[in-house]
């Protein structure tokens, strides 16, 4: 799980977002129950139905206006000739491609730096959509209440998710000199096949 807007919509990671889900329901229909004061049941069901949307349709809205975004960045960044270390292209890459194309050292690592990138379309996208879909759901509520109940519920779901992909950061940076071996060992032999 990357994040509410972001959980996996592929079918093999549909019971961890089943399961992410639930469970930033919980953390977000507390925010709504303390902001609207009503019973906590209904503030769950209603961060159900809105992360669900945020899941939906987030997902590839978010996406996509993050890849809007790189290309021209990349394209400008060419054309001026500036080089970027590895690192920062596998990092582009895996947040754009969620997987990347070819494995290099840096794939472990850019993974987890790509994931944390991901964060922030993905949270601004949660954001919006879950307060568009609560405010279409409950409309005698005070806007500012819902908005500020999103936030925040919003803020305490992607801590977790920012926690999560710290350690796995730290675990990347740990393998990365095994990664980097086995890189190196690959390019050598694959050298010695070519004629």
Request: hydrophobic share 50%.
């Amino acid at each position: 799980m990357l994040a509410n807007v972001a959980l996996p919509s592929f079918l093999p990671h549909s019971a961890a977002t089943a399961i992410g889900l639930l469970v930033i329901g919980l953390i977000e229909g507390f925010f709504l129950t303390r902001a609207l004061k009503q019973p906590f049941a209904d503030s769950y069901l209603l961060a159900l139905r809105a992360n669900w949307n945020s899941t939906i349709i987030g997902i590839p809205v978010a996406w996509v206006l993050w890849i809007g975004g790189l290309i021209p960045v990349s394209w400008l960044a060419a054309r001026a000739g500036i080089e970027v270390h590895p690192l920062v292209t596998s990092s582009t890459i895996q947040s754009a491609m969620w997987g990347g194309l070819i494995p290099t050292e840096w794939t472990g690592v850019g993974h987890a730096i790509g994931s944390l990138v991901l964060l922030v379309p993905f949270c601004l996208g949660s954001i919006w959509i879950e307060r568009r879909t609560l405010c279409r759901h409950l409309p005698e509520a005070d806007r500012s209440a819902i908005r500020r109940a999103v936030i925040q519920g919003n803020l305490a779901s992607y801590a977790i998710f920012l926690v999560l992909g710290l350690l796995t950061l730290d675990e990347a940076m740990k393998e990365y000199p095994a990664a980097k071996q086995r890189f190196e060992e690959r390019q050598q032999r694959l050298r010695h096949k070519q004629p």
